[in-house]
C-alpha cells in the first residue's frame, strides 16, 4: 500500500507562484507514475502534469510553459512548481500515484485559490 500526502497549497494573486509537493509513504518501491491532477467546482477532475518513474513528463495545454513537475525518488517526494497563475487555476489539487500492481493512490487534496 502507498500512502500520499499533498501540501503546499495557498491563496495567491494572479501572476503569482506556488510549489505543491507529495510526499509518498508505504510501499513507495512499487510507484510507477505519479501525476497532478486538479478540480474545480462544479467541473471534472483534470490530469495537470505527469512524471514517469523515468522522469518523463506531460502536461496539460492549458499549463504548458507556465508548470513544471519534478521528482525526487530518494525523497519519494513529487512536486508542481506553478508559474504565472491565473484564476482559472483555482482548484483542489490531488496527487496521484500508480503502482506495478495497477493500484491507484491519491493524495487527500490541497486548496490553490488565485485571485484576480
Known amino acids: 500500500h502507498v500512502h500520499l500526502v499533498d501540501s503546499g497549497g495557498g491563496l495567491v494573486q494572479a501572476g503569482g507562484s506556488l510549489r505543491l509537493s507529495c510526499a509518498a509513504s508505504?510501499?513507495?518501491?512499487?510507484?510507477?507514475?505519479m501525476s497532478w491532477n486538479r478540480q474545480a467546482p462544479g467541473k471534472q477532475r483534470e490530469l495537470v502534469a505527469a512524471i514517469t518513474r523515468g522522469g518523463t513528463t506531460n502536461y496539460a495545454d492549458s499549463v504548458k510553459g507556465r508548470f513544471t513537475i519534478s521528482r525526487d525518488n530518494a525523497k519519494n517526494t513529487v512536486y508542481l512548481q506553478m508559474n504565472n497563475l491565473k484564476p482559472d487555476d483555482t482548484a483542489v489539487y490531488y496527487c496521484?500515484?500508480?503502482?506495478?500492481?495497477?493500484?491507484?493512490?491519491w493524495g487527500q487534496g490541497t486548496q490553490v485559490t488565485v485571485s484576480s
Open positions: 496521484h500515484a500508480n503502482d506495478y500492481y495497477s493500484n491507484n493512490y
Open positions: 508505504g510501499n513507495i518501491f512499487s510507484i510507477n507514475d
